[in-house]
Each structure stands twice: as structure tokens, then as C-alpha cells.
């Protein structure tokens, strides 16, 4: 387990392959780089479904295939670049970033700062003039003229 | 600024709608092959009748290589497309060659005395064939040229149309004197 374990931390997506002339997987270990890999390529037959989920026919057989490569000292990444040879970019559940590949990638990033700028924006809008470089008018300091003044003491003195 | 802020966000969603309407365009069943240009993977298989074919062994001879199943409707379609190639080419010219996807054979050997035809198919068992070839569901053809290199494939039941201009041409480039 704990091999299993090491050989799957050094084995990350981007890592580099593993020498051919090491010792032989444990069938165990075999497992897990098999259902890593299957879990990663998207079965033919099915709609969005990985090769690992997949109850059909074509993905079992593929899974075989990937068992066998794995068993044979490929590496997960020369399992996958074989897929890739022959279905094409497709066959990934993820896209590789690459090419016009990296719009899935970099446009959600985009609309999210974009959004988040005009939202900004808009809410200190909202939030009136704190900060603002429009400060709101001040209010009038002018004195009450006579007659606003006489009216205001009968509306206060008819209130008591 | 203002002006433009208030034009450009309704005009926000357009982009999108534009790619939703091109994606609209655009057919799942016509995933270019990662293959075209390459040559074939090489397979040895055993025929119907037992008997055991390389695909190398026909090099020479354009090929109509046909992933098949006796249980794909659209296959009962495209037989008599691929019964009029046996029959309008010569073999030296051209070889229609079956492959059994996903079937057993007894089912593939009623389907032919059913449908009639008497081109070779081979049994795939594991689909390691299919696998090979990139294939995801029936049929699906690949016509390969006389060095046995994929030309064109076909997703989808062949119209005679497509498979005798497909095969024409192969058979043009490779006639002596055309294009060395």
C-alpha cells in the first residue's frame, strides 16, 4: 500500500516516465494505474462518461487494453498518448491545455475578473458617495427667512 | 464611457450565441480520425472461415476496410454499397475487408447469407482491432491506399457515391506514370 502509494506521488499528470527496467507492479498497483488512466479517458459509445464508469462493451475492452499496457511497464502517460494517437484529443475527459484548448481554461478566468471588476464598480455606485471621487452637494446652510420661521413655530406651538 | 457601457452589455451574450449557434453547425459524427495520413495499424486475424489474414498481405490493393456488426441497422444499409465495390472492382484493385465489432460470429454469418455478399471478414475479439483503429461505433470505414496508408474514413453507412469517388481517386493516384 505504501508503494502503491509512493509510485502514485511521484506519477503525477506532469511527471516524468518511470524507468522501464523497474521492478514489476504489484497487481494491486496495477489496479490503481489502471483505473487512474480509465478514469481520465472518455468512453466512445457513451455520452461524457469515463472509460472507468462505463458498463459497455468498448470501454471494458478498453479497459483490458489499459491493464495490459500498464501490466506490459507502460507508464499512465504512454497509456493515454496511445488513446490519444488513435481517438485524438477527444478521448481526454480533460483537454490537454494547449492551443485553442486553453480558451476552456483561461475564459472562465476571464469573465469571472471581468464580472468581478463591473460588479465592483457598480456597488460602489450603490453604496453612495464614501470614497467616492463625486462628493454628494452640501447641504444648504442658508438661515430660514422670516416667514419660514414664524410658520414653524405655530406648526410647533398648535402641536402642544 | 457611459454611452458605451450601456451598448456593450446587452451586447455581452452575442459572442456566446454565436459559438452556441456555430457548435449547432457542427455534427458529433464527424470527429476527424487521429489516423488520416498514417498508415494502418497492422493486425492478424482470423477470417470467418478460419483461416488467418494480415492486413499487410493485401498492400497493393485499395482497401475498404468495414467495422460491421449484425446487430447495426445502418450496416443492412451500406451492404449493398459494399456488394456493388466486390462487384463493380476488380480484387487486384480493390478489397473490401470486413471487421466483426462487438458480435458473434454465428450472427455475422446468418447476416451475410441473409444480405448475400462473399468478402472476407475478420473476427476482432476484444475489440483490440477496433481499439487500434480509433473506431466508437458502427459502421465505420477506412479506406486505405495501395501502401496501405488511411486515406479517409467514414463514420456512418458508405453511399455509393462517396465510396466510389473515394476509391477512384486512391486508384488515380496510384496508377503508374500519375504523380512521380
Redesign the interface.
Given at each position: 500500500m505504501l508503494m502503491a502509494a509512493v509510485i502514485l506521488a511521484a506519477n503525477p499528470v506532469t511527471g516524468a516516465p518511470r524507468p522501464q527496467d523497474r521492478e514489476p507492479l504489484s497487481p494491486a498497483e496495477v489496479d490503481q494505474l489502471t483505473a487512474e488512466v480509465a478514469a481520465q479517458l472518455r468512453c466512445?459509445?457513451c455520452r461524457n462518461q469515463a472509460v472507468l464508469e462505463s458498463s459497455s462493451?468498448?470501454a471494458r475492452?478498453?479497459q483490458?487494453?489499459i491493464r495490459e499496457k500498464i501490466a506490459a511497464g507502460e507508464t499512465p502517460e504512454q497509456v493515454k498518448a496511445y488513446f490519444?494517437?488513435?481517438?485524438?484529443g477527444?478521448i481526454l475527459l480533460k483537454p490537454e491545455p494547449r492551443g485553442i484548448n486553453l480558451l476552456v481554461y483561461l475564459l472562465p478566468a476571464a469573465a469571472v475578473l471581468f464580472g468581478g471588476a463591473v460588479l465592483f464598480r457598480q456597488m460602489r455606485r450603490w453604496t453612495g458617495s464614501v470614497g467616492s471621487e463625486e462628493p454628494a452637494p452640501e447641504p444648504p446652510d442658508e438661515a430660514l427667512s422670516e416667514e419660514e420661521e414664524a410658520w414653524l413655530r405655530r406648526q410647533i406651538g398648535s402641536a402642544r | 464611457m457611459k454611452g458605451a457601457t450601456r451598448w456593450l452589455i446587452p451586447l455581452l451574450p452575442v459572442p456566446v450565441l454565436a459559438l452556441l449557434a456555430f457548435g449547432l453547425t457542427r455534427s458529433a459524427q464527424v470527429?476527424?480520425?487521429?489516423?488520416i495520413g498514417e498508415m494502418a495499424?497492422e493486425f492478424t486475424l482470423q477470417t470467418m472461415e478460419g483461416d488467418s489474414l494480415a492486413l499487410s498481405e493485401l498492400h497493393g490493393q485499395v482497401i475498404v476496410l468495414n467495422f460491421w456488426a449484425s446487430w447495426c441497422i445502418p450496416c443492412r444499409e451500406e451492404h449493398p454499397v459494399l456488394a456493388r465495390a466486390t462487384r463493380e472492382y476488380s480484387e487486384g484493385d480493390v478489397r473490401v475487408l470486413g471487421v466483426l465489432y462487438?458480435d458473434d460470429p454465428a450472427s455475422a454469418e446468418r447476416f451475410m447469407m441473409r444480405y448475400g455478399g462473399d468478402w472476407t471478414t475478420v473476427l476482432d475479439p476484444?475489440?483490440?482491432t477496433?481499439?487500434?483503429?480509433?473506431?466508437?461505433?458502427v459502421p465505420e470505414s477506412f479506406f486505405l491506399d495501395t501502401e496501405g496508408k488511411i486515406a479517409h474514413k467514414q463514420i456512418g453507412p458508405l453511399t455509393w457515391s462517396l465510396l466510389r469517388s473515394t476509391v477512384d481517386s486512391l486508384l488515380a493516384a496510384s496508377a503508374p506514370g500519375v504523380g512521380s
Open positions: 466512445p459509445v462493451g468498448l475492452q478498453m483490458t487494453v490519444v494517437s488513435r481517438y485524438g477527444w | 470527429l476527424p480520425s487521429a489516423l495499424p462487438q476484444g475489440s483490440r477496433a481499439i487500434d483503429f480509433g473506431v466508437y461505433g
